[in-house]
């Protein structure tokens, strides 16, 4: 019999709440979610100084000055090199030391297993990924694209060096899913788990993940519609697979662009316009993969075996 039940595929809408979903492990305690984020704050802490330090060795043996380089870093995204292997290594590398981060704390602090942070059913699906990356590159790369280069007036000098941009093809996707999995994994599911609330919860996190980008006021907005939509997303499909994808398509798209001078990254944010298509595009997407679920049923998952005796051990 339970054979049977270990091999069943479960439609979404059969799945258990993914924003809820950590409270219901046995050995969740209302106090764990505070617990696994500052751990896994710390190794990021840890990893972005393993980053900075392989960064400066790079650009001392480069002939650079180090001291300036670290004086660039201060400055953030309008003072320093976002498109050399040292820049990259600063603003993206050590972002993906996120995904690390939260593996370590859901590991050392027992909480529940860590592929129950990127979905309620079987972890983050590969299956599903490629699924929705493909209306993700249609509906945000596309419009952000045409869109960006347009706004951008006169071509500026490419900033990239070779290596700078493979370094940036292999971490920007690695930097948008370690925050994906800090924000719409452990955020979300830590504020889920306290209000039982779901809404509640996509709302929460969305304030965290704009208050922690500390761009100015319309930035700030634009990443917290950005973070409610992706909230939303995860939400909906169970998982974070939707999210990963919209974040790696626009984060990627314009890290390209901007490398290849048609536009810069800043750390001043943006302008209401750019709110208002941001809004327009990331609901564009989010409806899209509602009715390609209701039509396709695209968001069935198996689950772990592991998972469904969990289940038979969890709390109310």
Known sequence: MKEEVTKKTLS???????????????GYKWYKPILEIILAGIIWIIGTAICIGIATFITVLSGDDSKAFLDTIRGGYDT???????????????VACLIPGVAFATKVLKTRPFHTVASSCGGFSFRIFFKV????????????????????????AVSFT?????????FAPLQSAGEEFMFRGLF?????????????????????????????????????????????MAYYTKGIEASCASHIVNNIVLFMLAGFGFNTISSNGT???????????????????????????????T????????????VA
Not at 14 to 25: G, H, P, Q
Not at 162 to 170: D, E, Q, S, V
Not at 303 to 314: H, Q, S, W
């Open 133 to 156: 990356i493909i209306p993700a590159l249609i509906i945000i790369g596309i419009p952000v694209a045409i869109v960006t280069i347009i706004s951008a007036g006169e071509k500026e």
């Open 12 to 26: 979404r809408g059969e799945v258990t709440d993914f924003v809820i979903y950590s409270r219901k492990f046995k």
């Open 188 to 232: 979300l599911q830590g504020i889920g788990s306290w209000t039982k609330k779901s809404i509640a919860a996509v709302i929460i996190q969305a304030v965290f993940f704009a208050i922690l980008h500390g761009y100015n006021i319309f930035g700030v907005i634009e990443i917290f519609i950005s973070g409610l939509l992706m909230g939303l």
């Open 80 to 94: 320093f090199n976002t498109y050399s292997v040292p820049g990259v290594l600063y603003s993206l590398a050590s």
């Open 271 to 301: 302008d209401f316009l750019t709110v208002i298509l941001v809004a327009i595009i990331d609901s564009a997407y989010l409806a899209c993969i509602i009715f390609m679920d209701k039509k396709y049923n695209w968001f069935t998952r």
């Open 303 to 314: 689950p772990k075996e592991t998972d469904i005796l969990n289940e038979k051990e969890m």
């Open 162 to 170: 070779a290596m700078g941009f493979i370094a940036c093809l292999i």
